[in-house]
């Protein structure tokens, strides 16, 4: 149990479209999911937290404007790169907590990343 | 501002040695959890550690958890070609369950 889904796993744009990244818990609800940008063989880098029914938590220096987060259930949330460059090219990778009762003991899992690449 | 101190930061060993990557933090953790990533993956969970000393056991890995919750170590026994990747610690902070993590060590054993 415990899967956590990402789509599209990779995805190619033109500078300036938008680019959607859908998050999914398989097998669990999930209040609370988590977005990190990943840059080659560097550690993950925490942007947002995103809680079902609410708006977004970002993290210092992240645009809010530009990354626009969704959690419009217990299962998916979404982050949408708004008027990508090729500077936002990155692994995107989501977590999902599951419960485990409280805070301490929930666990995070963690989908396979998006590897956006923007032309 | 990053808490977490992963040491190495890269290490290339031949299999069947034995190796320790240390996680270290100024900062006191509510919990403590290892993770291991293959490229164009996302992290897999390897352990979570809660108490202070504590002291966990998976096949080849131990896993510590320092006295005073700001540390850990990870280390492998007998290392093989599989256990090549991107070890990562991450942080816990009290009532929170938003992970901060360490540096990352990319290990790679060579047969």
């Known amino acids: 149990g415990a899967v956590v889904s990402q789509h599209p796993s990779w995805v190619i744009c033109k500078s300036g479209t938008s680019v959607k990244i859908e998050c999914r818990s398989l097998d669990f609800q999930a209040t609370t999911m988590f977005w990190y940008r990943q840059f080659p063989k560097q550690s993950l880098m925490l942007m947002a937290t995103?809680?079902?029914?609410?708006?977004?938590?970002?993290e210092q220096g992240v645009e809010k404007d530009k990354f626009l987060i969704n959690h419009a259930s217990l299962t998916l949330s979404t982050l949408t790169v708004t008027s990508a460059h090729p500077e936002d090219s990155s692994f995107y990778i989501c977590?999902?907590?599951?419960?485990?009762?409280?805070?301490?003991?929930?666990?995070?899992?963690f989908g396979p990343g998006t590897r956006l690449t923007v032309l | 501002t990053q808490l977490l101190e992963q040491s190495p930061q890269f290490l290339s060993i031949q299999e069947g040695e034995n190796l320790t990557v240390y996680c270290n933090s100024s900062s006191v953790f509510s919990s403590l959890q290892w993770y291991r990533q293959e490229p164009g993956e996302g992290p897999v969970l390897l352990v979570t550690?809660?108490?202070?000393?504590e002291v966990k056991k998976l096949k080849r890995l131990t896993f510590q958890f320092g006295d005073a919750r700001k540390d850990s170590s990870l280390h492998i026994t007998a290392a093989q070609p599989g256990d090549t990747g991107l070890y990562l610690c991450?942080?816990?902070?009290?009532?929170?369950?938003?992970?901060?993590f360490g540096t990352g060590t990319l290990l790679a054993v060579q047969p």
């Open positions: 977590s999902a907590t599951y419960p485990g009762g409280t805070a301490s003991t929930d666990t995070q899992y």
């Open positions: 550690v809660v108490t202070g000393g």
């Open positions: 995103s809680n079902e029914g609410s708006k977004a938590t970002y």
């Open positions: 991450a942080g816990a902070k009290g009532a929170t369950n938003k992970l901060i």
